[in-house]
């Protein structure tokens, strides 16, 4: 069974990546230059292990996938401006692969450095430590944050005078904002589906 606060943190960290919370920065991290996936494409490069980068797509784009590191190290020795081509070529095809895969558009390879916000670190940070802390601790700050927002925002909204229908119809869009931010919470949280996965 698994203790109340490692729900929590578990479910939290899957509302996270549904993009229910927070904008889905973690769409854009694979296609950064800086991000695993082309991370992985070096060091399959330097190693000659295309097994590397496979884990990143599916069966059905392998064949590309060992076609494309083919012809990358066939011409990388070339010289240093095919190289960085045939290199780069590799990365965009890896990540154009790997969003394919995950249903997700490909806009592109992001330069190193790109911001992806505070959870991407935290959440690279958790799997090399082991430790959800940091990231667990950045999430349920946001979230009661807002969730106390959208609360305190209903209960001033809440006294109108019966009489007064522009009043009454901000209560009511203030709960129904409320509400919408708080019904999807509980069903991650009861849902054994996104505990199970997240396991």
Not at 149 to 167: G, I, L, S
Request: glycine content about 6%; proline content about 4%; some cysteine.
């Amino acid at each position: 069974m698994y203790s109340t606060n490692f729900k929590f943190s578990i479910f939290i960290v899957v509302y996270l990546i549904t993009g229910m919370i927070l904008p889905k920065t973690t769409e854009a991290h694979c296609d950064s230059m800086s991000g695993p996936v082309v991370l992985a494409a070096k060091e399959a490069i330097v190693t000659g292990n295309v097994n590397l980068v496979l884990i990143w797509v599916n069966e059905e784009q392998e064949d590309e996938i060992r076609e494309s590191f083919r012809k990358t190290l066939n011409l990388r020795d070339v010289n240093e401006q095919v190289r960085e081509m045939v290199d780069l070529y590799f990365f965009e095809t890896l990540v154009r692969l790997h969003r394919e895969s995950e249903g997700a558009p490909y806009t592109g390879l992001k330069p190193s450095g790109t911001d992806f916000g505070p959870v991407i670190p935290a959440g690279d940070h958790a799997l090399e430590t082991g430790s959800l802390k940091e990231l667990r601790d950045l999430i349920v700050r946001e979230f009661e944050s807002a969730l106390h927002t959208y609360f305190d925002d209903m209960m001033e909204a809440k006294e109108f005078d019966p009489n007064d229908v522009k009043a009454g119809r901000e209560f009511v869009h203030r709960y129904v904002e409320f509400m919408h931010y708080a019904e999807p919470v509980y069903n991650v949280v009861k849902s054994e589906g996104a505990t199970n996965h997240a396991h």
